[in-house]
Each structure stands twice: as structure tokens, then as C-alpha cells.
């Protein structure tokens, strides 16, 4: 004999009580439990007693059975306390003594139900035949035991449900943490702190129903964070109770009707901070309101910063933790987010705008958005201390004058590079990591007859030709497997006029170098290692030997073959730099020279 407490959110409260171990809950008669809402199904679940525990059962429902804010997708063993949400009510379960049985609860027969005192503590329960481990699961086949995640020893019992009569006001703390669930494919859960947010809600009727983002826990900004995010945080907590914030859909996130009911959502608990005196008298909240509402259905802090003018790259490395590059590096900008579970939602949504899906199994994703900016998230365990969002914008290739006027030049280097694209002659620019290496490539190519096919080979498409000047291929990033020296080799059987290879690293110089070696000449190639050594060449060789070219005399071979003339770039005092552009004579199998033609020290100059 058991009780089942019903709670309607916004609505009353009723109890019902059965003498029986098995009922069911649904919409329609026929039930036990008949809850006539359109986002219960007819048959949506069952509830069971054995042996003293509430075993509760999904009957493959459409919107899904919750228990502490976890959607189960196999029997749950649950305790009586904890929520179960169907639709939009709470059910909580009381096992009652039944009046014909004494209390003797330790002598009874295993398959007998167990009285009262012995339904919180399962794994107290006697049963000879099973091993002795904690919470052994009963007769039913394997089953999941709940809770599945940690409880702080302070914590009550269960979050926070939506507003009743006799529920707990909103303002009670809660300290369990809640999983969001993803969509049907089970994955794990990213890792973060524990939590207070209380647990989402299941979707609602005609709503999209939508989690394509790994399960989180809703974590709470961190007692260090700044007041701001503290207050955001808080808001973001409230706003949950009545909001779904998980929804990460394209379509969500262009929902009028979805926008309009978080900022209802938004206003409301922003009136319940401000009577509990949580607001001080320094916050604004109009622009507290807009903070969480692009959280609660868009990119949060990202929502403004994609669209700034000049933003070159952004790099989210913790709510609390967003720096920006408008040309001169990076720097830390007064931007935040409310937890690191929605900046895990935030980057879900940005993965979901570029047609993919975020998955922790996958913890690096690649992408590129509509607009062309590239996307990089790294998710736990790569990302241990939580979800890093690297943002690269695309901004469109500048010309060889536009590089002069930027002093990356002089005047003299741009007319002698323009004249070696003209005459066919194999360039390679070689430089470090955000020397111009990809800025420079791009601006040569622009000097290649138009009446020429050329095709373009990278890791990333970052060289930003115009449409339809180049066909462009990519590796697609390393999550591919596929190898630079793979997609060059296939490039070159389409018998291209003009090659252009950028983003050569490591070991694929020497597929590289080899591929373009062997070709008539006209081609481009960006190399990105330190222009090192009295040719500047030192670090290409350390390239070639990481490749396997070990013998000195093949890799001079090898780079006399590719290269006809060399461009060396660095990062200096006054910004990047062209410090050394040299012809490469000889080769053929034999000795080759390098010959400067023209340097920077300090000031341009021809050698």
C-alpha cells in the first residue's frame, strides 16, 4: 500500500492512495493515475512496489518520464521524496503500512513489501541470496539506481519544484544537481561542479522538445565569480524552474513565441529577486534581463561579439573567462556567462548553427558557421576544466597594397613577388604561427592569371578567395584523419594550373614538397615553422627530418625542387614582418644557393 502526491505546476495538490504493488499513469481512463494534460501520452508510465522500492517506468512515452530532472530510458529505482515529472506535474511516492501487517519488517518474506522505515535506506534490506553491495538491484532486470549522480552531504533531499500551494517557495536553495538530458542518443555527461540550479523541465506540449547537447549538470557560478555573474547566475537558476534553457535547436533559437515566454519568464523571477532584496542598488536590471535572455535563447556573451566590427578571433575558456582579438591580440574582456552548464548550451547552439550535433564521445569538435567564422570546441576530458570555445571570424583576404600600407612590406618586395607569380615561379613563404604566412599566400594568389585553374589546399579554409576564383579543399581538421599531403596529392591529379598549399606543419612537408616539386612550376606554399638559420631554412629542415627525410642531401633536394623563391616571415618589435625574401638558385639534383634579394632590419632594403 502506497500514496502518490500529485502536484500540478501553478495548480493544486491532491493525493491518492492504493492497496495494490502496480499502477499506472496517464492520460486517458484506464489509468490508476489519470493526469489530462496534452503533454502526458495515454499510456505514459508505470509505477511498481517490490520488496520496499519504487521502481518507476517509462511505456516509451512521447515527451518522456523525468525523475530529478533526469529522463530515465530504463526502470529507475527511485525513493520516496524524489520528483517524478510527467508532463506538467510532480509526483512524489509514500509506501504506507498496511494495517493487517505488523511492523516486522526485518522477518518478513523477501518477496513481501517492506514497511515504511525501510523504503529510504535499500540497501539496508535483507535478502539472503544476494551479495553483499550496496542498493542490489530487485527482481526486475538491470536496473539504473538512482540518483546517478553526487549529492552534497548538506543537500536536501530533492530540487525545487515549479510553484504550488504547498510546495517550498522558490527561494529555497536547492543542492542537487540535475543532468540535462540530450536527445534520444544516450551519451555521458560532460564534467562540472556540482550543482544548485534546479532541473529542467520536460518539454512541453507543442514545444520542440529538443536537447541535442550533451547532458550536463546546471552548475551555479562559482563563489569567486564576480558579483554579476553571481547575480546572473541566480537569475538564470529562477528563470529555470519555468523555462526549458536546454533547448540548442537552429529553430529554437528563431522561436518568436519561445523569446516572448523567456523573457516572461525573465521578468517574473527578476520581480521575485528584487522583493527578496537580492538586487543591489548598483545592478541594472533592464541590462541583467537582457544578459540572461540572450543566455536563456541565444549565444549569451558570445551574442554581440560575433558581429563586432574587426573581431578577428574570440576564446572562451570559462564562464568567467572571455578574451577577444580585434588585431592586437588577445585581451580579456568584462564578458561572462552564468555557469559553465549554459556555456556548454552556448556552445551546443553554435555547433548546432553549423548543421552538427555537440556529443561528449566527440570531445573536439570542428566547424564552420554560415557567416565563414570557424568554431573549435573542446569539451571534458580534453577540456577538464570545462567547455573552451575558440571562434576564428572570417575576414575577407587583403591585397599586396593593403599589406604594404600595413608596413608588413615594402613596396620593392610586392613588385618582385607579383613578378615571380607572373613568370610561373614555385613561391614558399615561411614563417611562425600568426606571422602573415596565410595573409601573404592569399594576397599572391590574387596576382594569378585569372585565365588559370587553381585549386586551393588547407586545413581549414582560412585563404578567403573571392567565389568561384578557386576550388577550395580541406582536410576538414584533425577529428578527419585525413592528412594535408593526402588532400595535396589528390588536388594535383585534377591537373590544376596553379596549386596553392597552405598550412604545412609537420611530416606532410615532405608529401608537400615532393608533390610540388614534381609539377611545372606556379605554384604557392605556406609553410608555418620558424624562418630560422642563415637562409632561413632550419626550420623547414627540422620539418623534413620529423617527416623521415633523414639524409641532408635529399632534403636539399627536396626544398630546391619546390621552392624558387623563399619568403621568411617573422613577428618583430613593429609587428609582422617580411624580414628576408631570397631566390633559390641551383638544385636539379646538385648544390643550391640562397641569394637575398631584399631584407628587414630594422628598416626595408634591398641586399
Same mark, same amino acid.
Given at each position: 500500500m502506497f500514496s502518490v502526491v500529485i502536484t500540478e505546476k501553478g495548480g493544486a495538490q491532491r493525493r491518492m492512495e492504493f492497496d495494490k504493488n502496480e499502477i499506472t499513469v496517464g492520460r486517458v481512463q484506464g489509468n490508476d493515475v489519470i493526469l489530462g494534460k496534452g503533454n502526458v501520452s495515454k499510456r505514459h508510465s508505470r509505477i511498481v512496489l517490490k520488496d520496499g522500492r519504487f521502481i518507476v517506468v517509462d511505456l516509451k512515452s512521447t515527451n518522456g518520464t523525468y525523475v530529478n530532472g533526469r529522463k530515465i530510458t530504463s526502470p529507475l529505482v527511485v525513493k520516496p521524496g524524489d520528483k517524478i515529472y510527467i508532463g506538467d506535474f510532480i509526483i512524489t511516492l509514500d509506501e504506507l503500512e498496511a494495517a493487517s501487517q505488523p511492523n516486522i519488517a526485518a522477518h518478513a518474506p523477501s518477496g513481501a513489501p517492506q514497511g515504511h522505515s525501510s523504503a529510504p535506506a535499500p540497501a539496508e534490506?535483507?535478502?539472503?541470496?544476494?551479495?553483499?553491495?550496496?542498493?542490489? #538491484?530487485?527482481?526486475? @532486470?538491470?536496473?539504473?539506481?538512482?540518483?546517478?549522480?553526487?549529492?552534497?552531504?548538506?543537500?536536501?533531499?530533492?530540487? @525545487?519544484?515549479?510553484? =504550488?500551494?504547498? #510546495?517550498?517557495?522558490?527561494? =529555497?536553495?536547492?543542492?542537487? @544537481?540535475? /543532468?540535462?538530458?540530450?536527445? =534520444?542518443?544516450?551519451?555521458?555527461? %560532460?564534467?562540472?561542479?556540482?550543482? $544548485?540550479?534546479?532541473?529542467?523541465?520536460?518539454?512541453?506540449?507543442?514545444?520542440?522538445?529538443?536537447?541535442?547537447?550533451?547532458?550536463?549538470?546546471?552548475?551555479?557560478?562559482?563563489?569567486?565569480?564576480?558579483?554579476?555573474?553571481?547575480?546572473?547566475?541566480?537569475?538564470?537558476?529562477?528563470?529555470?524552474?519555468?523555462?526549458?534553457?536546454?533547448?540548442?535547436? @537552429?529553430?529554437?533559437?528563431?522561436?518568436?513565441?519561445?523569446? &516572448?515566454?523567456?523573457? %516572461?519568464?525573465?521578468?517574473?523571477?527578476?520581480?521575485?529577486?528584487?522583493?527578496? %532584496?537580492?538586487?543591489?542598488? +548598483? $545592478?541594472?536590471?533592464?541590462?541583467?534581463?537582457? *544578459?540572461?535572455?540572450?543566455?536563456?535563447?541565444?549565444? +549569451?556573451?558570445?551574442? +554581440? *561579439?560575433?558581429? /563586432?566590427?574587426?573581431?578577428?578571433?574570440?576564446?572562451?575558456?570559462?564562464?568567467?573567462?572571455?578574451? =577577444?582579438?580585434?588585431?592586437?591580440?588577445?585581451?580579456?574582456?568584462?564578458?561572462?556567462?552564468?555557469? &559553465?552548464?549554459? *556555456?556548454?548550451?552556448?556552445?551546443?547552439?553554435?555547433?548546432?548553427? /553549423?548543421?552538427?550535433?555537440? &556529443?561528449?564521445?566527440?570531445?573536439?569538435?570542428?566547424?564552420?558557421?554560415?557567416?565563414?567564422?570557424?568554431?573549435l570546441v573542446v569539451l571534458p576530458p580534453v577540456a577538464p576544466q570545462g567547455p573552451v570555445i575558440e571562434l576564428r571570424a572570417w575576414v575577407p583576404a587583403g591585397t599586396t597594397d593593403d599589406l604594404v600600407a600595413q608596413g608588413f612590406m615594402s613596396v620593392e618586395m610586392k613588385g618582385m613577388l607579383a613578378a615571380a607569380v607572373a613568370s610561373r615561379r614555385n613561391v614558399m613563404v615561411v614563417g611562425p604561427a600568426g606571422s602573415g604566412v596565410t595573409s601573404l599566400l592569399s594576397a599572391l594568389a590574387r596576382h594569378v592569371d585569372a585565365s588559370e585553374r587553381m585549386i586551393t589546399v588547407e586545413d581549414v579554409p582560412d585563404l578567403g578567395l573571392p567565389l568561384g576564383r578557386a576550388v577550395s579543399l580541406s582536410t576538414g581538421g584533425a577529428v578527419t584523419g585525413v592528412t594535408l599531403g593526402q588532400v595535396a596529392h589528390q588536388a594535383a591529379r585534377m591537373r590544376p594550373t596553379c596549386l596553392v598549399v597552405d598550412d604545412v606543419r609537420g611530416a606532410e612537408a615532405v608529401d608537400v614538397l615532393t608533390i610540388v616539386g614534381s609539377r611545372a612550376g606556379g605554384d604557392l606554399v605556406g609553410v608555418h615553422c620558424a624562418a630560422t638559420g642563415t637562409d632561413g631554412l632550419a626550420g623547414l629542415r627540422t620539418l623534413l627530418q620529423v617527416g623521415g627525410v633523414r639524409d641532408a642531401d635529399t632534403a636539399t633536394g627536396l626544398i630546391a625542387s619546390a621552392a624558387h623563391v623563399l619568403v621568411c616571415l617573422e613577428n618583430t618589435e613593429k609587428g609582422r614582418k617580411v624580414v628576408r625574401v631570397s631566390e633559390v638558385r641551383g638544385g636539379g639534383g646538385g648544390p643550391f644557393e640562397v641569394k637575398n634579394l631584399y631584407l628587414y632590419d630594422g628598416g626595408f632594403r634591398q641586399a
Open positions: 534490506t535483507p535478502r539472503p541470496a544476494s551479495p553483499p553491495m550496496p542498493a542490489p #538491484a530487485p527482481a526486475p @532486470p538491470p536496473l539504473e539506481h538512482a540518483p546517478a549522480f553526487p549529492v552534497p552531504a548538506a543537500s536536501p533531499p530533492a530540487p @525545487p519544484s515549479a510553484p =504550488a500551494p504547498a #510546495a517550498a517557495p522558490i527561494t =529555497a536553495a536547492p543542492a542537487r @544537481p540535475a /543532468a540535462v538530458s540530450a536527445s =534520444a542518443d544516450p551519451v555521458g555527461p %560532460a564534467r562540472v561542479r556540482p550543482a $544548485t540550479m534546479p532541473p529542467p523541465l520536460p518539454p512541453r506540449a507543442g514545444g520542440s522538445g529538443v536537447h541535442n547537447m550533451p547532458r550536463v549538470s546546471s552548475a551555479p557560478v562559482a563563489a569567486t565569480g564576480t558579483p554579476g555573474q553571481q547575480l546572473l547566475g541566480e537569475l538564470m537558476r529562477r528563470v529555470s524552474v519555468t523555462f526549458d534553457l536546454y533547448d540548442s535547436s @537552429p529553430i529554437a533559437m528563431q522561436d518568436p513565441s519561445r523569446r &516572448r515566454a523567456a523573457q %516572461a519568464a525573465i521578468d517574473v523571477a527578476l520581480e521575485a529577486m528584487g522583493n527578496g %532584496a537580492q538586487l543591489s542598488g +548598483g $545592478t541594472d536590471p533592464q541590462q541583467l534581463a537582457a *544578459l540572461a535572455l540572450t543566455e536563456a535563447v541565444g549565444l +549569451g556573451a558570445l551574442e +554581440g *561579439l560575433l558581429t /563586432a566590427e574587426g573581431l578577428r578571433e574570440v576564446v572562451v575558456s570559462g564562464p568567467g573567462h572571455v578574451s =577577444a582579438d580585434f588585431g592586437n591580440g588577445l585581451v580579456a574582456l568584462d564578458a561572462y556567462f552564468s555557469s &559553465r552548464a549554459m *556555456l556548454t548550451v552556448v556552445a551546443s547552439r553554435l555547433v548546432a548553427q /553549423a548543421g552538427d550535433q555537440l &556529443r561528449t564521445e566527440k570531445p573536439i569538435h570542428e566547424c564552420s558557421l554560415p557567416s565563414g567564422a570557424r568554431v
